[in-house]
Nanobody
Framework: QVQLAESGGGLVQAGGSLRLSCAASGRTFSRYVMGWFRQAPGKEREFVATSSSGGVTKHADSVKGRFTISRDNAKNTVYLQMNSLEPEDTAVYYC????????????????WGEGTLVTVSS
């Protein structure tokens, strides 16, 4: 069992930046694939990025080049650096985790955080 807690969301103007953090409880953080999803009002939850236990990353095409996922296994924390934010990035961002298995679909996620709201104004 692992618990995830996101932080860092807020209101930012278009073109600005935010850094989201997700702190994970548990002793086996290094064994988890970590990731981020987002869900805008009226839309399905969509993949944003993932990072393997070894730091190999994948990013959705919609955020590639603007967002960067990273992790610090010593701190049991995964980050999402978001640059050049656009109004279309407005959503609740969810931290996600699964032991030893890659994922890109919400159906494959084992653990979820409660979400943090990111609002990008134009």
């Amino acid at each position: 069992q692992v618990q995830l807690a996101e932080s860092g969301g807020g209101l930012v103007q278009a073109g600005g930046s935010l850094r989201l953090s997700c702190a994970a409880s548990g002793r086996t953080f290094s064994r988890y694939v970590m990731g981020w999803f987002r869900q805008a009002p009226g839309k399905e939850r969509e993949f944003v990025a993932t990072s393997s236990s070894g730091g190999v990353t994948k990013h959705a095409d919609s955020v590639k080049g603007r967002f960067t996922i990273s992790r610090d296994n010593a701190k049991n924390t995964v980050y999402l650096q978001m640059n050049s934010l656009e109004p279309e990035d407005t959503a609740v961002y969810y931290c996600a985790a699964r032991v030893g298995s890659w994922f890109s679909s919400p159906r494959d996620v084992e653990y979820w955080g409660e979400g943090t709201l990111v609002t990008v104004s134009s």
